[in-house]
């Protein structure tokens, strides 16, 4: 149960979301993702979310270059766009300039031409599977969370919602992520019982436990 929430995730945030069992935490992170609805106030997004969370269910003939293409999609079709935008340009189309400037600025903010290479470098570094065709039925659940985790990273989100991020990991996968989250451009919010991850990537705390403070 959350309520008197006021908390704000922005670009510059290095936030660790903090309290006991029960209070919320996950909750939170679902709200502010898109995943849950409040059942009253208001939650503002702007910009890019990528949500991981702590279990990842697979569907019916699901694979690992499923959860790939899912990632990368806004990154093609950026690059689509502005490849037809190219095309007006040559027809000499209305706005054709306008349409193309629109184009490259999203293909350039979402680094659209390395999304591919960026999710792959992940799956190495978290120690994931790399197998395009494997099943994600055929995994266990802390083999189906690196993926999902690796194609969140490599997708160029503005802002992460990360969930106990470390859970699955080894002392590979730690450092990997722990670089990874150093060098992002964007914000992050951060569930998680580990004591070392706060200390390398934490800016600011929000404590949801009434009692202390």
């Known amino acids: 149960m959350l309520d008197g929430i006021d908390v704000t995730v922005s670009h510059r945030s290095r936030m660790v979301v903090v309290g006991e069992n029960g209070r919320g935490k996950t909750m939170l992170l679902r709200v502010l993702s898109g995943d849950?609805?409040?059942?009253?106030?208001?939650?503002?997004?702007?910009?890019?979310?990528?949500m991981v969370h702590q279990a990842l269910g697979a569907r019916a003939g699901e694979t690992v270059?499923?959860?790939?293409?899912?990632?990368?999609?806004?990154?093609?079709q950026a690059l689509r766009a502005l490849d037809l935008a190219i095309e007006d340009l040559e027809k000499g189309e209305d706005d054709a300039d306008a349409r193309y400037t629109?184009?490259?600025e999203a293909a350039t903010r979402l680094d659209a031409?390395?999304?591919?290479?960026?999710?792959?470098?992940?799956?190495?570094?978290?120690?994931?599977?790399t197998d395009r065709d494997r099943r994600l039925a055929t995994l266990s659940v802390g083999e189906r969370y690196r993926v999902r985790l690796a194609c969140v990273?490599?997708?160029?989100?503005?802002?992460?919602?990360?969930?106990?991020?470390?859970?699955?990991?080894?002392a590979d996968g730690l450092d990997f992520?722990?670089?990874?989250?150093?060098?992002?451009?964007?914000?992050?919010?951060?569930?998680t019982h580990d004591r070392v991850l706060p200390r390398e990537v934490a800016e600011e705390f929000y404590d949801l436990d009434p009692s202390r403070g």
């Open 177 to 191: 992520l722990t670089a990874h989250l150093r060098s992002h451009p964007g914000g992050l919010a951060i569930v």
């Open 153 to 170: 990273l490599g997708a160029s989100h503005g802002i992460l919602l990360l969930d106990e991020p470390t859970n699955h990991l080894d």
């Open 36 to 50: 849950l609805a409040p059942d009253a106030g208001r939650v503002g997004r702007a910009g890019t979310v990528g």
């Open 102 to 104: 629109a184009a490259l």
């Open 113 to 129: 031409w390395d999304a591919e290479r960026r999710v792959d470098i992940a799956l190495q570094g978290l120690g994931a599977c």
């Open 65 to 76: 270059g499923t959860l790939v293409a899912e990632s990368i999609r806004p990154a093609q």
